[in-house]
């Protein structure tokens, strides 16, 4: 069975830090594109970063640039996204996905998702 399961969320204080991850059962996540997303009530889902198949690119939205980090263990088989100094405005259900070809593809496979939220 196909599978990708996040976890990792929780409750944080604002700029504090927390690790995401995504696991994969029934295919090999290194033969994909991984992004993650993620989804605010009230707002449209938002792409957060992606790592890519052949060379590892890495992508980020402006909003998250240099403070959350996306890698792969490929021994794993699980993709990560590092968060740190997070905001109130991170706080989101966040799901990974898995596209055959590229961050910019329609992505085959999603995650149920993980809550974050950020508050004092």
């Known amino acids: 069975q196909v599978q990708l399961v996040e976890s990792g969320g929780g409750l944080v204080q604002p700029g504090g830090s927390l690790r995401l991850s995504c696991a994969a059962s029934?295919?090999?996540?290194?033969?994909?594109?991984i992004g993650w997303f993620r989804q605010a009530p009230g707002k449209e889902r938002e792409g957060v970063s992606c790592?890519?198949?052949?060379?590892?690119?890495?992508y980020y939205a402006d909003s998250v640039k240099g403070r959350f980090t996306i890698s792969r263990d490929n021994n794993g088989n699980k993709v990560y996204l590092q968060m740190d100094s997070l905001k109130p405005e991170d706080s989101a259900v966040y799901f990974c996905?898995?596209?055959?070809?590229?961050?910019?593809?329609?992505?085959?496979?999603w995650g149920q998702g993980t809550q974050v939220t950020v508050s004092s």
């Open positions: 790592i890519s198949i052949s060379d590892g690119t890495t």
């Open positions: 996905a898995a596209d055959h070809s590229s961050c910019y593809g329609e992505y085959d496979f």
């Open positions: 029934g295919f090999t996540l290194n033969y994909y594109a």
